[in-house]
């Protein structure tokens, strides 16, 4: 009997030919960027280093793009943001040791924001490894050890054969639902060795879907059609599956009102009338939630922030809808649901009978009522018409990355994000640095588009290097710096907790005159004049600056 599997394996002629003479002075480090290429790749980030030579060195005989950031930390978050913004895995090319080790970081976040980056890190020669110490440069007793945390899967090549099957095996891992960082490692001496392998072509390396069962799905229909009061939680998972316009139909179906986590920005019209908009941090919306007698959590572990700091105690029965098995009731007793959310709700549209109840947005507008009310009791309006003045700048269309900084934290309750997969934030794991890189690299995804990064001063000196990065490649990137002299959460959290600051202070330099040392044009506006300024520098081609002196404060928390 014959396949047609089968029948695709078979080689042609030509390929015959050109594996038994495959081209001369080809390495280790060639078949990384083949196998890349033949996996889809068009794009690489990295930074080169003494043991990684062979792979850089094969990247410039391909037609692979390469993107070089300034630390590894930050090209990290850029292919990171590439990865978020694409769908696609983007390769990260590391050297051994402090490289390998600088790129950490990054890929906690990508693995706290389910971003499909595969790092391709060099190693010390084949026979230094084995934990013994012979002294090599960058050595360590395990450098694999020190990623294994964090990445879902690690993947060794210590012989060329190995090369493909690694790589395509780590790449099927971080597309597979949850997406997220994986880890390949390859001596020295492998990636500089010579090899007589054919030339790596196509390769499969497709993930499976992760289904759910459907006896699951029936038990949920059945549930939310017969509910009195259904609420819906999206996380992040709505947004890495594309399952945006599924969500939709499903709240439409049946009623319920539909709550965004910080992670989830953008999975949920705004303006909708169903929309409880990303409110998650409030009391008034946490009792919402807690009065649903049925709850659909969906792409959401229902961590710290997106449960009111662990304060939410839902008393209704809930549903969870999540692609990484060791968030299933990890904080709630639940219906665990095991499955890529985007299929998931495709099951539950086919079954689920529709529920009519024409008070539900009279119940969201009470809600939102009620939020506003407690926000403009506090005096806010600077960082409210902050967030408006941003609003109205950017495009609807272009994607935005916040740092972790106090206009941020507003952005995650308050900024509309308008559509799905535009705004970004590192509040997945929580480090400062990530938003200028995180928009280089969303920027070299589609350079058609303006980006925005957001960062307080402290989080930019993270960031400055890469300055050189957005001059280098012309990326269009514009990047509000809100110069408030320190660590201005840290200063508001100490205050609060024990009288006075300390260690929050900060001596910072002048950003405009900096950004021009390297070519960039750089503003200092006011918050009257930040609209104008920022939508002129978003419109204009290439990198800018724009630095917005402001001390602001957050909203008053009600977790406490």
């Known amino acids: 009997m014959t396949h047609d599997h089968d029948v695709e394996l078979k080689p042609t002629a030509r390929q015959i030919e050109a594996a038994l003479n495959p081209p001369p002075g080809r390495t ?70 402090p490289g390998a080790l600088m790129s950490l970081a990054a890929l906690q976040e ?42 879902k899967s690690v993947h060794t090549a210590r012989t060329a054969a190995q090369i493909p099957s690694a790589v395509a095996a780590a790449w099927q891992s971080a597309l597979t639902a949850p997406h997220g960082p994986v880890w390949v490692e390859i001596p020295q001496d492998v990636l500089l060795a010579e090899t007589v392998l054919p030339v790596v072509t196509a390769v499969d390396a497709t993930p499976d879907d992760l ?9 949920a229909a059945h549930l939310l059609a017969g509910a009195q009061r259904p609420a819906i939680i999206a996380g992040g998972g709505v947004i890495r599956s594309d399952a945006a316009g599924k969500l939709r139909a499903l709240a439409e179906r049946v009623n319920a009102p539909v709550v965004t986590t910080y992670g989830g920005k953008g999975a949920f019209p705004w303006a909708h009338p169903l929309s409880l908009q990303s409110w998650i941090e409030d009391r008034h919306t946490t009792d919402f939630l807690e009065d649903a007698d049925v709850l659909l959590v969906v792409g959401s ?41 985007r299929i998931a709700l495709s099951a539950l549209l086919e079954t689920v009978e529709a529920r009519p109840d024409d008070k539900a947005p009279e119940r969201v507008r009470a809600l939102l009522d009620q939020v506003g009310a407690r926000i403009a009791a506090q005096d806010r309006t600077l960082e409210q018409s902050l967030l408006t003045a941003v609003r109205r700048a950017l495009p609807d269309a272009a994607p935005s990355f916040w740092d972790m900084t106090i206009l941020s934290y507003w952005a995650w309750a308050a900024f509309d994000a308008r559509r799905p997969n ?113 939508a002129k520098a978003l419109s204009e081609p290439g990198p800018s600056v724009v630095v917005l002196p402001a001390l602001l404060k957050m909203f008053a928390p009600t977790h406490l």
């Open 110 to 151: 990508a693995a706290a924001g389910s971003s499909p980056v595969l790092a391709i890190s060099s190693q010390i020669p084949s026979a230094g490894l084995g934990g013994g110490r012979h002294g090599y440069l960058h050595e360590l007793r395990d450098q694999q050890a020190s990623a294994r945390d964090l990445v």
């Open 211 to 219: 289904l759910p069962r459907p006896e699951l799905t029936a038990v």
């Open 422 to 534: 535009t705004m970004h934030s590192a509040q997945g794991s929580g480090g400062l640095g990530y938003a200028f890189p995180a928009a280089l690299g969303a920027a070299v995804a589609d350079p058609t588009r303006p980006v925005l990064a957001v960062s307080g001063d402290g989080g930019a000196m993270y960031s400055i290097a890469e300055l050189a990065t957005a001059k280098q490649y012309g990326l269009p990137v514009t990047w509000l710096i809100v110069d408030d002299g320190g660590y201005g959460i840290l200063r508001e959290y100490m205050t609060d907790a024990f009288g006075e600051a300390s260690a929050t202070e900060l001596a910072r330099p002048d950003f405009v005159a900096l950004a021009e040392s390297f070519g960039v044009p750089g503003i200092r506006t006011t918050p009257d004049a930040l609209g104008e300024d920022l």
């Open 301 to 341: 572990g229902l961590g710290e922030l997106s449960s009111n700091y662990h304060t939410f105690a839902p008393r209704g029965r809930i549903i969870q809808i999540e692609a990484d098995a060791g968030k299933l009731e990890s904080n709630h007793p639940a219906i665990g649901i095991h499955a890529d959310a």
């Open 28 to 97: 280790g480090g060639d078949l990384v960027i083949e196998t890349l290429r033949g996996l889809g790749a068009t794009t690489v980030f990295g930074l080169p280093g003494q043991h990684a030579l062979g792979l850089f060195d094969a990247l410039r005989r391909s037609s692979l793009s390469y993107v070089g950031l300034r630390i590894e930390n930050n090209a990290g978050f850029a292919a990171d943001a590439y990865g978020r913004i694409t769908g696609e895995v983007a390769p990260l090319l590391l050297s051994t040791g």
